[in-house]
């Protein structure tokens, strides 16, 4: 890992009240970032002055537009935000909630600060799920949403390529945080999870497992045929 990676870069974490945002913050502040934007629906204050909390809903277009406003560079955007479900298929409302917050949330968080990034020849990271590719039945909402999620990242990784910025997947299994507190099977700390993260960051890798559950998956990823599919579509935008 580059020890210089985070140092004195300007972050923006959604969703960093609790769980793995703010174990992302506090990992961020530990590996030398100059500002830490921890963007929250209920923004607390930090002990670190280098914290800059927050008003940021990611489903209120004010919030987006006035928080893009507010920061003014931005090396690395963090879009970690998101809810669970486990409502039923035929669910459609909860479906469009999962939608709002799992996709459109960062879809337009994205869109807003996509200049910033550009300037900066920045990092952009999409917390997804390993249910963006392997669903998980009894949440199919989320299921659903962190897929489409995923295909968003890889449209959003070839088109700003070209612009100095690079966009990564994080494909993490069960935390021990509440969304996953009513899933019986092994969890992974939050604060383990976030150093991962800014490890594979840091090495440049594009698609991130996290934790031992998603390490299942990391096995031959980067040279599987879906990952070269994915190239080779990337390599068909025009120059």
Sequence with gaps: MSNDFLTGKTVLITGSSRGLGRALVDAALDLGAG???????????HADARVVPLALDITDAAQIEAAAKTVEELDILVNNAGAASYAEIDDRAELERMLAVNLYGPYDVSHAFRHHLTASHGTLVNVLSTTSVAAVPMLPAYSI???????FTQVLRALLAPKGVSVHAILAGPLDTDMSQDLEVPKTAPEAVAAEIFAALADGTEDVFPDPFAAMLATGWAEAPVTLMQRAAAEMIPA
Excluded at 37 to 44: D, E, I, L, M
Excluded at 145 to 151: E, L, N, P, T, V
């Design 35 to 45: 500002r830490v934007y921890a963007g929250a629906r209920k923004p607390a204050a």
């Design 145 to 151: 949403s962190k897929a489409a999620a995923y295909s």
